[in-house]
Nanobody, 126 residues
Framework: QLQLVESGGGLMQPGGSLRLSCAPSFFNGGYHAIGWFRQAPGKEREGVSCINSDGAHTTYVDSVKGRFTISRDNAKNTVYLQMNSLRPDDTGVYYC???????????????????WGQGTQVTVSS
């Protein structure tokens, strides 16, 4: 079964930057649509950004537009989430998830994803 591994989280001051990475535990011969989600303490897991299998389509939730950039390097089978101008309300556990199909406007619907990573903690605090 495909497993995803997130990395790159940590503690950062407000205004700083972090880059998260999402890579599968093995390459199964296909590229997937990837979604990044986050879960703050005591809150529901929410979608942050999505990218389709070739990187031609991306989406962002309003709260991160202009600050976060999702991208992928299929030669390395890795998806990135560049997070700039971090704010305390960006704090949470960040998860990546993979789907064999691009669901467009439904890409923030968790039920469309078959595979999930274990998450990486991002803490934004002074």
């Amino acid at each position: 079964q495909l497993q995803l591994v997130e990395s790159g989280g940590g503690l950062m001051q407000p205004g700083g930057s972090l880059r998260l990475s999402c890579a599968p535990s093995f390459f199964n011969g296909g590229y997937h649509a990837i979604g990044w989600f986050r879960q703050a303490p005591g809150k529901e897991r929410e979608g942050v950004s999505c990218i389709n299998s070739d990187g031609a389509h991306t989406t962002y939730v309003d709260s991160v537009k202009g600050r976060f950039t999702i991208s992928r390097d299929n030669a390395k089978n890795t998806v990135y989430l560049q997070m700039n101008s971090l704010r305390p309300d960006d704090t949470g556990v960040y998860y990546c998830a993979a789907s064999p199909t691009w669901s467009g406007a439904r890409c923030y619907d968790r039920s469309t994803y078959a595979y999930w990573g274990q998450g990486t903690q991002v803490t934004v605090s002074s």
